[in-house]
């Protein structure tokens, strides 16, 4: 029954991306409770549903009708309604909509609940054998033109393990794209259909990747590719760039600690030694007051 006396929940329900004994028991009761399902595929989720033997009434919620169907959720939810929100794989708000509505409802003062579960993302990483302490998601390229070659210029950098969604029909695109931004010797694993029947993980170097999809297998299914981020180099800076260096961020305005604390990540050295260089360096002047 709708409590109209208080502003409902909305709850972000991870989903299975394949293998639907992902779903979780929470998921299962909080589709049950809710009053309604909101959607990015209604006819996806009534399969879900279907297989569970969950009724309940569904409506969209996809990236075409965010912002008009986003207000009529809200408003659901401030008369007392609780919403579940479920895209058609994994967990909503990552590459699937989600983040608008949950935006909203933190304004209008609603709460949202995570109903974790799976998602590509983490599933492929935890498995591919690279460094997970920090990982970057970039989810899908943008497709073409300057957005795309300045997400590849800045990915070419990324020291940490990266994740990306692909579409199978982009994906030797993608790989050839990778390659000449980043290295064809770079190192990734491709996952495959995870949790599904034909699950797989094909690692390798990138030059590998693309011949291997290329010439012998034609990419099919759900691609998430986990690429080892770049291994930094440590150009030694002469001592004179690196007092410049501080020099330049004490100008800035940052304290000597938090100029050290900067140059020394920058420049991948220890904090120590940058500190003792920066305390040799003199005050800044402060700037003149013109008239
Ligand atoms: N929200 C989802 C999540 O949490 O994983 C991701 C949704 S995004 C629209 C869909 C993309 O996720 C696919 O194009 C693919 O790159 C990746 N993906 C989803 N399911 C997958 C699977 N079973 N195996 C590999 N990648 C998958």
């Given at each position: 029954m709708v409590d109209a006396t208080k502003p409902g929940i909305l709850y972000l329900v991870g989903t299975p991306i394949g293998n639907l004994e992902d779903i979780t028991f929470r998921a299962l009761r909080i589709l049950r409770e809710v009053d309604l399902i909101a959607a990015e595929d209604t006819r996806h989720t009534g399969k879900l549903l279907h297989h569970f033997q969950i009724q309940k009434p569904q409506i969209s919620y996809h990236e075409h009708n965010l912002k008009q169907r986003g207000d009529q959720l809200v408003a659901k939810l401030l008369q007392g309604e609780n919403i579940a929100l479920v895209t058609d794989a994994g967990t909503p708000g990552i590459a699937d909509p989600g983040t608008a509505i949950v935006q909203s409802c933190i304004e209008a003062?609603?709460?949202?609940?995570?109903?974790?579960?799976?998602?590509?993302?983490?599933?492929?990483?935890?498995?591919?054998?690279l460094p997970t302490e920090r990982f970057v998601f970039e989810g899908f390229l943008p497709s073409k033109g300057k957005p795309r070659r300045e997400r590849l210029q800045a990915i070419a950098t990324e020291t940490r393990t990266i994740i990306l969604y692909e579409a199978p029909h982009r994906l030797v695109q993608t790989l050839e794209d990778l390659g000449e931004n980043l290295d064809n010797q770079r190192h990734l694993v491709i996952a495959r259909e995870l949790t599904k029947l034909h699950e797989e993980f094909w690692r390798g170097s990138i030059g590998q990747a693309i011949s291997h999809y290329q010439l012998d297998?034609?990419?099919?299914?759900?691609?998430?590719?986990?690429?080892?981020?770049?291994?930094?180099t440590h150009e030694p800076l002469s001592e004179e760039a690196l007092k410049s260096e501080l020099e330049n961020l004490l100008k800035q305005g940052m304290s000597r600690s938090q100029a050290t604390q900067h140059l020394s990540q920058a420049a991948a050295l220890p904090r120590r030694q940058i500190y003792q260089l920066a305390l040799t360096i003199p005050d800044p002047e402060p700037p003149s007051e013109s008239n």
């Open positions: 003062g609603i709460t949202v609940v995570p109903i974790p579960g799976p998602s590509a993302a983490i599933a492929a990483l935890t498995v591919a054998g297998t034609k990419p099919q299914g759900e691609f998430t590719l986990i690429i080892a981020g770049k291994t930094p």
